[in-house]
């Protein structure tokens, strides 16, 4: 039972998905952080049939919807870190404290234009990418994501503050960012031949390095990988492998 209460309250917080309010614990939620995959794979299954549903639609049409249903089943948390980020990032290289930008309530240019760099990429690629692909793509980015936010989170700093940083990156041992690694690889190869009949493996490891790149980088600029960072990383992981699929 402590198994299935860790993972329904990792689901509380990762999705929009109603789960009893016992179980809606971040304490328990971070204890189960490396099996943040599987929460990817139960958030993309709702896309992966509507997508397969509505395959007939414009292809630019089905684009949308894969977007929107992403940011949405996500309850928007993971695209606010990207912003938050993205903003932190780029505003530092002029000499900013990319610290007290993490933390300030308001959007900025940086922020804003992020956003709508992502939004375009992730667009262009998901309308090139074969119509009878989409669902299934979509599907194995949903669990790339999770995957990436752990590895990001498992390279990264231990915040200096109690954040929800702090609290999922201390229940991360070495162990627990190998036992998830070897679930993303798992299901990513399931459903990758169940699916698909093949096994694209430079996707693959083109989104676990970018998680690996984005760890490097707040390392840097912040010190630390906090929550929003890990946000990012799924983020930039997703788009990363949504983009290797119209590139390679």
Known sequence: ??????????????????????????????????????VGFLRGVPGFIILTIAGSLPHQFLAGIAIA??????????????????????????????????????????????????????????????????????LLGEVIHGGSMVICMGLGRVEPYEGLGSIFKRSLSRGRVAISIVVLVALYSLMSLLLLGSLPLYQLVLAILASVFSAVIANRVLGYVSGDVAGFSGEVSYVVFMISWVSI
Request: aromatic content about 14%; overall charge positive.
């Open 1 to 38: 039972m402590g198994f299935l209460r860790d993972l329904l309250s990792l689901v509380s917080f990762l999705t929009i998905y109603p789960v009893p309010s016992r179980y809606r614990s971040l304490y328990d939620a971070a204890s189960a952080f490396y099996l943040s995959p599987m």
């Open 69 to 138: 249903l992403h940011i949405i089943i996500q309850g928007f948390l993971h695209i606010d870190g990207f912003i938050d980020f993205s903003e932190a990032l780029l505003a530092s290289r002029f000499g900013r404290d990319a610290r007290a930008i993490m933390k300030d309530r308001y959007r900025g240019s940086y922020g804003i234009a992020s956003m709508g760099l992502y939004i375009v990429l992730l667009y262009s690629s998901l309308s090139s990418i074969d119509p009878k692909l989409l669902p299934a793509v979509y």
